[in-house]
């Protein structure tokens, strides 16, 4: 299946999509049309109750080097309206993410890499945010989230310099989940998307809504909003299925409900 421009292509792999930043000439930098693509992919995937997981790449080899200058010049916009830059780094996505990174994700391309729950990454990965270099702050999510994967520090260090990190690197930092060889990055996605997706749709969206809900707050709050969420998954016909299916030793059949 692909998406309505050619930016952005999309491939449903059992109970995952695959979308795939398709601008190789350009080492897939995000313009207006790919920004529009990879939002209509995320609606796409929180739309269709067949999918539980969305994996996240570049084409030819390379995740994605950020804005497109030379559009962003023309006058595009790499936003798409209520979800940010890339159409995602804005986005409550309901569905799990994972990014799978080969080559390079600098700037926009690693706030991409940021905004997803999982991150996959071959080896000759590298990842900056160089936008200090360019008279600019990493704006698409880059200077609020680092903070928050990463010790303050060294956060500050990569958003100060701008200096790349290779992919070891990024494991050791803790921002990277799996680390492949080259050209293995999708494979391993979606051996962890099948791993991910395998579990209650409605509680992989609770996961990410209470996660989401509560960064930041009070634990007394964040209790109150988690015991909505759990409160809800109990009464749900999952739930049922679930606690059924352990106690006949099978595997759940679960229907999102």
Not at 187 to 199: D, H, P, R, S
Request: proline content about 5%; hydrophobic content about 50%.
């Amino acid at each position: 299946m692909t998406a309505p421009n050619t930016a952005v292509q999309t491939e449903t792999v059992g109970s995952a999509l695959v979308i795939t930043i398709n601008r190789p000439a350009a080492r897939n930098a995000i313009d207006a049309a790919a920004a529009h693509g990879i939002a209509a992919a995320i609606d796409e995937l929180d739309a269709n109750p067949d999918l539980n997981v969305g994996v996240l790449t570049g084409a030819a080899g390379t995740f994605s080097a950020g804005m497109d200058l030379k559009a962003a010049a023309r006058g595009e916009s790499p936003t798409a309206p209520g979800k940010g830059f890339g159409g995602l780094t804005e986005a409550e996505t309901g569905k799990p993410l994972i990014a799978a990174v080969e080559g390079y994700a600098m700037g926009g391309g690693f706030e991409l890499a940021l905004v997803c729950d999982l991150v996959v990454a071959a080896e000759g990965a590298r990842f900056a945010l160089p936008e200090v270099k360019r008279g600019l702050i990493a704006g698409g999510g880059g200077v609020i989230r680092l903070p928050k994967r990463i010790p303050h520090h060294l956060a500050m260090e990569l958003l100060l310099t701008g200096r790349a990190i290779d992919a070891a690197r990024a494991r050791a930092l803790g921002l990277v989940n799996r680390l492949v060889a080259d050209g293995e990055a999708v494979t391993a996605a979606l051996e962890l998307a099948a791993e991910v997706g395998a579990n209650a749709p409605l509680a992989l969206a609770a996961v990410k809504k209470v996660v989401r809900l509560t960064d930041g707050i009070p634990d007394a709050e964040a209790f109150a909003l988690q015991r909505n969420e759990t409160r809800a998954l109990r009464e749900s016909a999952d739930f049922a299925e679930g606690v059924r299916a352990f106690t006949e030793k099978r595997t759940p059949k679960w229907t999102g409900r």
